[in-house]
């Protein structure tokens, strides 16, 4: 795979993630002129560590960005939705967010193992199949 190729699935990932150059060149430790480099091909003597750290950066298979493999995403990386919600936040977001989620495991009633677990508006044991599926549906929806 040549320099550009490599440069294109770079390009190619960060903006599917919607991330800007700064972005990717804070997290791996170099300047936003060598992600950009890296992006155009300029790169003589690709640096596999950094190509390694851009990848990571961008929540990618590295093996994918040089070319050795067809799958763009790690298994192990499937992000939740929630996750991508939580990547959008800032620095006091992701601290209120993370002391929210603290709080919330530390209620009893939030927590599956919980036997007084309520389904949306209805309780388990007192619902019927149907309201059951229904709230199931609501709950199942991405858009929620």
Do not use: C
Not at 6 to 31: F, H, M, P, Q, S
């Amino acid at each position: 795979m040549t320099n550009a190729e490599i440069g294109n699935r770079i390009k190619y990932a960060r903006d599917l993630r919607d991330a800007t150059l700064d972005d990717i060149a804070k997290k791996v430790g170099v300047t936003k002129s060598t992600i950009q480099r890296y992006e155009a091909g300029k790169i003589t003597t690709i640096k596999l560590p950094v190509v390694e750290a851009i990848a990571i950066a961008l929540n990618v298979n590295p093996a994918w960005v040089v070319g050795k493999s067809d799958e763009m995403e790690l298994p192990s990386q499937k992000i939740p939705k929630i996750m991508q919600y939580y990547e959008k936040l800032n620095d006091i977001g992701k601290h209120e967010a993370t002391k929210r989620v603290m709080e919330l495991t530390e209620v009893p009633r939030y927590l599956k193992e919980d036997t007084n677990y309520v389904n949306a508006a209805h309780a388990i044991d007192g619902a019927s199949e149907e309201d059951k599926q229904f709230d199931e549906d609501i709950m199942d929806d991405e858009n929620f």
